[in-house]
């Protein structure tokens, strides 16, 4: 009977032993180089910022951390880090836990290595016109106002066929600087038929600046035009300015 008993004992001690081998094993691997990971995010954000689309936290995770998603948060301030310092993009959260790259330089673009610099430039000058009036009328703009507007480039967007410098404008207004978050559309659906409402996307937000665009439009105007006299668009920039010194100071 005690030969049985110690028998026993050792499976027990045994079996114990291998659990506690195995929690260390689980514990090595949740512990993986945060270095290692956030270099793999890193590469994931830059390369998906050269399509200006918004990744998704699942996809990080499934195209980078595989088992790890757990550490998420940490290895994501880690490549926060790298990318801010080495590169000048700032990591920025939109909602629905996706991400963007927010170029550092106070650029909209950062295209000097592209092959397709000048469309590119274009395209950012085109952004920047309809940011512009989006900012300069309310915030918001009705789709009428959106074609009126763009005619005085020249631009018709009712048009089907491919202008000879955006190529096809609907398009890429009304889907890709939608898809890029440079552009935000809503449905105004008091109107017959419906119609589109444009206001600044969340990137547009976070990476151009109100100021700067109404100090633009100044001298534009010329004749020593000043931004205040702007009531409406100076008391917008003075709040979100203030907000946004609220909450760099509320996290110090």
Known sequence: ???????????????????????????????????????????????????????????????????????????????????????????VELEKNSYILINNIGTVHSDSEHASKKSDDSRTGLLTFILTGIFMTGEMMQEGSMREYLRKLGIDLTSRDAHPVYGNVSKLINQDFVKQRYLAITQDTTT??????????????????????????CKIYGQNMRPEIWTSQWRTIQREEEELSDTVHGHS
């Open 1 to 91: 009977m005690p030969r049985m008993h110690n028998v026993e004992s050792s499976d027990e001690e045994e079996e114990e032993n291998q659990s506690q081998s195995q929690s260390q094993k689980n514990t090595q691997l949740s512990q993986h180089p945060k270095t290692k990971l956030a270099g793999l995010v890193c590469n994931y954000l830059l390369v998906a910022e050269t399509k200006k689309i918004p990744v998704r936290r699942a996809e990080i995770v499934k195209a980078t951390m595989k088992d790890h998603g757990r550490h998420f948060t940490s290895v994501m301030e880690e490549a926060s880090n790298i990318l801010e310092k080495v590169y000048a993009y700032k990591v």
């Open 192 to 217: 017959d038929p419906p119609s589109r409402e444009y206001r600044w996307g969340e990137r547009a937000q976070h990476e151009l600046s109100k100021r700067d665009l109404l100090e633009l439009v």
